[in-house]
């Protein structure tokens, strides 16, 4: 399985690697993710990791604006 999108892997050429970005809206899942280092005998080591992309909680915030006056649905008639 690919990485979530928004979330990307850099080889720095330098040994070392950097998992980074903010995963995209839809991408709720987990993610088996391997790295793989070659050392100077050509030998591999993999190590396996899981990548969990989890909902975020969400903050929803409703403002308004008093009534001018204190009658909500109009006045009343009979």
Same mark, same amino acid.
């Given at each position: 399985m690919a990485l979530p999108s928004g979330v990307t892997f850099l080889d720095n050429g330098d040994g070392t690697g950097t998992l980074s970005?903010?995963?995209?809206?839809?991408?709720?899942?987990?993610?088996a993710i391997t790295f793989t280092a070659t050392i100077p005998s050509s030998a591999t080591a993999p190590q396996? !990791? #899981?990548? =969990?992309?989890?909902?975020? %909680?969400?903050?929803?915030? !409703? #403002?308004? =604006?008093?009534?001018?006056? %204190?009658?909500?649905?109009?006045? #009343?008639? =009979?």
């Open positions: 970005g903010t995963p995209a809206l839809g991408t709720v899942n987990t993610y396996s !990791f #899981t990548l =969990t992309v989890g909902k975020a %909680d969400q903050t929803i915030t !409703f #403002t308004s =604006t008093a009534p001018a006056r %204190d009658e909500v649905a109009g006045p #009343t008639t =009979t």
